[in-house]
């Protein structure tokens, strides 16, 4: 018996592959016609939204110190999600650009 794959490889193999396969039905394959084969659309890149942990790393600040900054309005731009805090990375860093451009006239 070979080794067995998990759903999460499976998964990753649909995903990678960038071409979809139509299958034909037994009225096409009558006619003379192949399976259709097409590239799927072009999406824009997007980037998942970041957690209060994932940005704290990366200002190298504690989280409480982002809690501390939302409630007096200086932090990163942020916004609720049930209980949670979600940043979008191109906010914060264009909020770090600002800190910069501010502090390095």
């Given at each position: 018996?070979?080794?067995?794959?998990?759903?999460?490889?499976?998964?990753?193999?649909?995903?990678?592959?960038?071409r979809?396969?139509?299958?034909?039905?037994?009225?096409?394959?009558?006619?003379?016609?192949?399976?259709?084969?097409?590239?799927?659309?072009?999406?824009?890149a997007?980037?998942?939204?970041?957690?209060?942990?994932?940005?704290?790393?990366?200002?190298?600040?504690?989280?409480?110190?982002?809690?501390?900054?939302?409630?007096?309005?200086?932090?990163?731009?942020?916004?609720?999600?049930?209980?949670?805090?979600?940043?979008?990375?191109?906010?914060?860093?264009?909020?770090?650009?600002?800190?910069?451009?501010?502090?390095?006239?």
């Amino acid at each position: 018996m070979g080794p067995e794959r998990t759903e999460s490889a499976r998964d990753a193999t649909r995903l990678s592959d960038s071409r979809v396969e139509f299958p034909t039905d037994v009225h096409d394959a009558a006619l003379g016609l192949e399976a259709v084969t097409a590239s799927p659309p072009q999406r824009s890149a997007r980037r998942p939204k970041a957690t209060a942990k994932e940005v704290s790393a990366f200002l190298q600040v504690p989280v409480t110190t982002l809690y501390q900054w939302r409630h007096r309005q200086e932090g990163p731009p942020a916004v609720r999600v049930g209980r949670h805090l979600r940043y979008d990375w191109d906010d914060v860093e264009a909020w770090w650009a600002a800190q910069k451009a501010e502090q390095n006239p």
